[in-house]
Nanobody
Framework: QVPLVESGGGSVQAGESLRLSCAVS????????MGWFRQSPGKERERLAR???????IHDGSVKGRFTISRDKAENTLALQMDSLKPEDTAMYYC?????????????????WGQGTQVTVSS
């Protein structure tokens, strides 16, 4: 098991920023792949960004240029810096991890998921 706990969500105005964190416990080695996702009511879960063990990152089109994924190995946390937030970014945000690699994360089939943190952006 790889417990994941997200934090940093909240309510902001459009144009503001938030930084989400995902704390990883129980694993000391670098996890092969971790990523961020979001889901709004009535919509499918959406892939946002992922990072592999080398630090290679992919940001998906809807948030590219506004959101940045990063990892703090010393703190064993994954972060998502979200800038220029829009009302359509309102969603529950989840982090995920997979010990097998990013191919499973990219297809939303990651082994481990956090409980999520809510982000609300008002206009």
């Amino acid at each position: 098991q790889v417990p994941l706990v997200e934090s940093g969500g909240g309510s902001v105005q459009a144009g503001e920023s938030l930084r989400l964190s995902c704390a990883v416990s129980g694993v000391t080695a670098t996890i092969p792949c971790m990523g961020w996702f979001r889901q709004s009511p009535g919509k499918e879960r959406e892939r946002l960004a992922r990072m592999d063990w080398r630090g290679y990152t992919i940001h998906d089109g809807s948030v590219k240029g506004r959101f940045t994924i990063s990892r703090d190995k010393a703190e064993n946390t994954l972060a998502l810096q979200m800038d220029s937030l829009k009302p359509e970014d309102t969603a529950m945000y989840y982090c995920a991890a997979d010990l097998r690699g990013c191919s499973f994360v990219s297809t939303l089939e990651a082994q481990y998921w956090g409980q999520g943190t809510q982000v609300t952006v008002s206009s």
